[in-house]
């Protein structure tokens, strides 16, 4: 969409390059590009991945999903089995993997022809249990949403917003954060004031001609 997402945060317990992480329905279109770049690309040493998220038409259309995971669609680690069997020793039951990943997205018209709204919801939750027999959950949020107006034949304005949050339970922030802490809670979108961890980009298109246009 025309906005750089990439972190700069030295923070790397956040296990990402990226300031936001749209749901995987709200993408309308990617493109991988790789060197020679173009100016507008810029400070990317490997291949640089383009993201255009979906906007809303004169028809209402949204979609739902769900997907669930658990140990039972798991095979027992080789640790946890052979290792032990082979050496006369009872086995591990499998490790506990619970995954829920869900949400929605809705797009259509406020005003025919000249007025379209869009906006998706995503949430994963991944709880865990590590070697240490502690427990970990990762709870990852992600809220979209655009307005596209058609203000002249000539004019397009655009807003786009999104938020993205990443919390982790059983896991201290600061400078404890490999401390395993049954209960406590992480706040990754906060612990760290002054990093980006949304995106806000009003933008408007100009068409003159065939072959010349502004984009600002």
Do not use: C
């Not at 956040?14 to 493109?31: G, N």
């Not at 049954?182 to 933008?203: I, M, S």
């Amino acid at each position: 969409d025309g906005v750089d997402n990439n972190s700069i945060s030295t923070n790397v317990q956040e296990l990402t390059t990226q300031v936001s992480r749209p749901s995987i329905d709200a993408i309308e279109e990617f493109k991988v590009v790789t060197s020679p770049y173009a100016a507008e690309y810029g400070r990317a040493p490997g291949a640089a991945i383009s993201v255009i998220t979906k906007s809303g038409t004169n028809t209402f259309r949204g979609t739902g999903y769900y997907y669930f995971r658990d140990e039972r669609f798991d095979s027992n680690t080789y640790f946890n089995q052979d290792f032990r069997t082979e050496r006369g020793l009872e086995p591990l039951a499998k490790p506990s993997n619970d995954q829920d990943q869900f949400g929605f997205n809705l797009g259509g018209p406020i005003l025919k022809d000249r007025l379209w709204f869009y906006g998706s919801y995503g949430e994963n939750d991944i709880r865990v249990k590590r070697l240490n027999q502690s427990n970990d959950k990762t709870r990852l949020t992600t809220y979209t949403a655009k307005l596209n107006w058609q203000a002249t034949p000539n004019d397009m304005v655009s807003l786009f917003w999104f938020q993205g949050g990443k919390e982790k339970i059983g896991r201290t922030g600061g400078a404890g954060g490999l401390a395993h802490l049954d209960g406590t809670l992480w706040d990754q979108g906060k612990a760290w004031p002054g990093n980006p961890h949304g995106l806000t980009k009003l933008e408007w298109s100009r068409t003159f001609g065939p072959s010349l246009f502004l984009n600002l």
